[in-house]
């Protein structure tokens, strides 16, 4: 599943990221990689931007960037 596709509310772990170089750096220093737990928060009303929730901080992304961050559902 992608970031792009969860549903507002839902939370989910980071499985892969397949971003270009220099943001996917920009990604890790957020503290996204990996096994990172998210929640979506919102999403604008055409869908893009998507706000998503990480360690405590909230994150805007495209829909473009939120498209390549794989993810697992959680329960």
Same mark, same amino acid.
């Given at each position: 599943? @992608?970031?792009?596709?969860?549903? !507002?509310?839902? &939370? +989910?772990? !980071?499985?892969?990221?397949?971003?270009?170089?220099?943001?996917?750096? =920009?990604?890790?220093?957020?503290?996204?990689?990996?096994?990172?737990?998210?929640?979506?928060?919102? &999403?604008? %009303? @055409?869908?893009? %931007?998507?706000?998503?929730?990480? =360690?405590?901080?909230?994150?805007?992304? =495209?829909?473009?960037? +939120?498209?390549? !961050?794989?993810?697992?559902?959680?329960?």
């Amino acid at each position: 599943m @992608l970031l792009s596709d969860c549903s !507002i509310g839902k &939370k +989910a772990k !980071i499985t892969a990221m397949s971003l270009a170089d220099s943001f996917s750096r =920009r990604m890790m220093d957020l503290g996204l990689m990996p096994g990172t737990e998210v929640q979506v928060v919102r &999403k604008a %009303p @055409l869908g893009d %931007p998507i706000v998503v929730q990480v =360690r405590g901080y909230q994150v805007s992304f =495209r829909m473009s960037e +939120a498209s390549c !961050i794989e993810i697992e559902a959680m329960n």
